[in-house]
């Protein structure tokens, strides 16, 4: 089960409150947040988004991304990203996607237990 999961309803990490429905957890940063949830899922609502990042993961992507990162601000003389070239941004939104991706297969080869939505 990943533990790091964002609440369904404010996207903070959660806390460990789970909602399960139709076999699907969801999970919650509060009581609160979790009695909504379930109101919603409840009343047939869909809530706003299926799958929600991994903090860690997310964490993780932004260090490894850093070199290159520095790589372009370096190529443009600017840290600033609306500076860059849509070349190069999507050049770093692609490596840190990868990375973000590298990390959740690992999670995803660590266990093969429940996923948390
Ligand atoms: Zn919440």
Redo the contacts with the bound molecule.
């Keep these: 089960m990943k533990k790091s999961s964002?609440?369904?309803?404010?996207?903070?990490p959660?806390q460990g409150f789970l909602y399960k429905h139709n076999d699907v957890y969801y999970g919650?940063?509060?009581m609160?947040?979790l009695e909504?949830i379930k109101e919603r899922i409840e009343k047939g609502e869909k809530l706003a988004r299926k799958t929600y990042t991994n903090n860690l993961g997310v964490q993780y992507a932004r260090k490894q991304s850093k070199e290159k990162y520095l790589e372009i601000a370096k190529q443009t003389g600017s840290f600033e990203l609306h500076k860059w070239s849509n070349e190069q941004r999507d050049s770093f939104f692609n490596t840190i996607i990868l990375n973000y991706l590298d990390f959740e297969s690992e999670l995803g080869n660590d266990n093969g237990s429940d996923e948390i939505l």
């Design positions: 964002l609440c369904g309803e404010c996207g903070l959660a919650s940063c509060s609160e947040h909504r």
